[in-house]
C-alpha cells in the first residue's frame, strides 16, 4: 500500500480532529497496512478504582479500529467518510497502567469485497477488531462493524 501515513501525522489528525483523543493523551504508536496500534497514559483515564475507566479502553480501542480503516483508504477515498455501526467490547481484567489498542481487519480477505461494494454502491461495512494490552498482557477484545459511505 501506498501513503501510509506516519505515526506523527495520524496522531495529530487524531488530536485535531476527534478531540476526545486529545484529552486522552493519545498517542499513535505504529502504523502499517495491517494494524494501528494506539496507546494511553492512565492519569487521563481513571475510574474511580484508580484503573483505566472502561469507556476510555473501549474508546482507544474503537479508534484504533477507526484509524486503520481511515489510513487505508484516505489516498482511494479522500472524502469517505467512516462511522461505527455496532461494537461489542471484553474486558479480562483491571487495567492500572499505560495501555494500547492494536487494530486490523478481522478477516483481511473481505478487504477487495469492502472496496467493491464502496466503489460501486457508495457504502460498505467492514468487520475490524482490536486487542487492548497492558504491561504485555491482552486484558481485552474489541470487534466492530464500521461503514464506509461517500459524503456529498
Known amino acids: 500500500m501506498e501513503n501510509i501515513v506516519s505515526p506523527q501525522s495520524l496522531q495529530q489528525f487524531l488530536h485535531r480532529e476527534i478531540p476526545l483523543s486529545q484529552a486522552m493523551q493519545i498517542a499513535a504508536v505504529d502504523v502499517t497496512e495491517e494494524s494501528v496500534q494506539l496507546s494511553a497514559p492512565l492519569a487521563p483515564n481513571l475510574n474511580p478504582h484508580a484503573t483505566v475507566f472502561g469507556g476510555s479502553a473501549s474508546a482507544l480501542a474503537l479508534l484504533a479500529a477507526w484509524s486503520l480503516l481511515h489510513v ?41 469485497r469492502f472496496l467493491r461494494l464502496l466503489t460501486r454502491r457508495g457504502k460498505a461495512r467492514i468487520t475490524v477488531a482490536s486487542t487492548l494490552d497492558y504491561a504485555g498482557e491482552e486484558v ?3 470487534s466492530g462493524d464500521f461503514v464506509a459511505f461517500h459524503w456529498h
Do not use: D, K, M, T
Open 140 to 142: 481485552g477484545h474489541f
Open 72 to 112: 487505508r483508504l484516505r489516498s482511494a477515498f479522500p472524502s469517505v467518510c467512516i462511522v461505527i455501526q455496532r461494537q461489542s467490547v471484553s474486558y479480562n481484567r483491571p487495567i492500572h497502567g499505560s495501555f494500547a489498542a492494536r487494530a486490523a481487519l478481522a478477516q483481511p480477505g473481505e478487504w477487495p
